[in-house]
């Protein structure tokens, strides 16, 4: 059995002996820096094996939250928990948790076999299980023939997942990712999120990871806690966020949103009657009472047909192939709407009349507006 096997076969009895309900709990956890509420009371559990995503605009608090569970930060209020144990005032050294930094933080001086091994090496672990260790989490990132390198003598993504081996082989039971891709290319980031997300679920690998990039959220997680202003906005799942945001922020934060006005007319409990114009849909209530509402309308979720057809009139004021699917800026009664027709089974001309309506999916009440 080779050592990358070795490696997984330990890693999983690690799993199975250390088996709980929730790998990381906060507790009405609050962090203040003087005046300044960089996070209040935050309540979450992450389940064990789950990519869990902090994703926010700069200055929400995601990085304080992960900081706070890496124990490089201390809580204000509050109790955090990892697995079993409470570690609220446990320093960060005592935590079972491993971080990759956005920087790296690689040491130059040193190879790329010496930087993965560096943790087991100064905790005096034996050198033969340094070796299998350190060679076997190189293998999992798939860079077991670049041992000898150094830091500078590799590309960006490779860095990147030496700090990843780093990380991996002191088998936490929390891996933490402090905006891991901003420093490369958009095309090496999706190679590289895709690579963290399948190495994560190979380990079933409990993971913390913190980016403002919604697109990388919505590729690499379980679920996602949208922050605004040191606080939960949102959690859930992508499709949750994307298909059925709480608020007027998370519409528009997660991906692009249409907000329009409508009227409930009525609800069974279930299913609201809407009526947008001369349309009518019927949407899942979300405890809204009835009257005018706010709506978000994803980009792709409007159809787009001639002037003749019911609906809603507008007139094109741009229109733009890109290969994929045409975009268009279309002027309504309720102000500009932007439109991503993948279809293109007619183009439409700019300064021309057009008539809009809704597709199934993409359209929700915003109960929180």
Known sequence: MNSVAVILKHWHFKKIMEKTNQAVVFQEVSKSFGQVNAVRELNFNIEPGQLITLLGPS????????????????????????????????????????????????FPHMNVFQNVSYGLTISRLPKVEVKEKAEAALGLVGLADYGKRLPSELSGGQQQRVAVARALVLEPEVLLFDEPLSNLDAKLRRRVRQEIRELQQKLELTTVYVTHDQEEALAVSDQIIVMNEAVI??????????????????????????????????????LAAIKIGELSLNLPHKGVNPGEIKLAVRPHAVNVHAEKHPGIPGKVLKSVYLGSHQEYTIETDQGEWFVLDTEMNEIHEENTEVSLDFKTRGVSIIPHS
Not at 62 to 84: H, P, S
Not at 249 to 262: H, L, T
């Open 233 to 270: 906005a949102q959690q859930g799942t992508p499709e949750d966020l994307y298909e059925s945001p709480e608020s007027l922020f998370v519409a528009d934060f997660i991906g692009d949103a249409n907000i329009i006005i409508g009227r409930m007319t009525e609800h069974d409990g279930d």
């Open 59 to 106: 200055g929400c608090g995601k990085t304080t939250t992960l900081r706070l569970i890496a124990g490089l930060e201390m809580v204000t209020k509050g109790r955090i928990f990892i697995g079993e144990k409470e570690v609220t005032h446990v320093s960060a050294s005592e935590r079972d948790v491993s971080m990759v930094f956005q920087s790296y933080a690689l």
